[in-house]
């Protein structure tokens, strides 16, 4: 089993700044990729940004320019810098990996607990 520990969340001013940390631990054979989400209440669970294991990135339209994924494979952590936020950036986010493990052949999504993070205007 893969298990994840998110951290960085919190309350913040519009306009501030935070940043959010997953680390992944387990039987980890390969990491596929690695993102983080978010859900408002109410609302779907959205992704905001994706890094496969070539490197290449993801964004949702509504954080691109403000937010920036990125990892340390060393240490199977993806880190996610949050500038310039807003209101609308309220939810709680997730972390989600895809991997193998020593257990599991094909690859599957792992969630990490989520962590709140509060914009206030």
């Known amino acids: 089993q893969v298990q994840l520990v998110e951290s960085g969340g919190g309350l913040v001013q519009a306009g501030g700044s935070l940043r959010l940390s997953c680390a992944a631990s387990?039987?980890?054979?390969?990491?596929?990729?690695m993102g983080w989400y978010r859900q408002a209440p109410g609302k779907e669970r959205e992704l905001v940004a994706a890094?496969?294991?070539?490197?290449?990135?993801n964004y949702a339209d509504s954080v691109k320019g403000r937010f920036t994924i990125s990892r340390d494979n060393a240490k199977n952590t993806v880190y996610l810098q949050m500038n310039s936020l807003k209101p609308e950036d309220t939810a709680v986010y997730y972390c989600?990996?895809?991997?193998?493990?020593?257990?599991?052949?094909?690859?599957?999504?792992?969630w990490g607990q989520g962590t709140q993070v509060t914009v206030s205007s």
């Open positions: 387990g039987s980890i054979f390969s990491i596929n990729a």
């Open positions: 989600n990996v895809r991997a193998t493990t020593s257990q599991r052949v094909t690859l599957r999504g792992y």
């Open positions: 890094i496969m294991s070539g490197g290449s990135t």
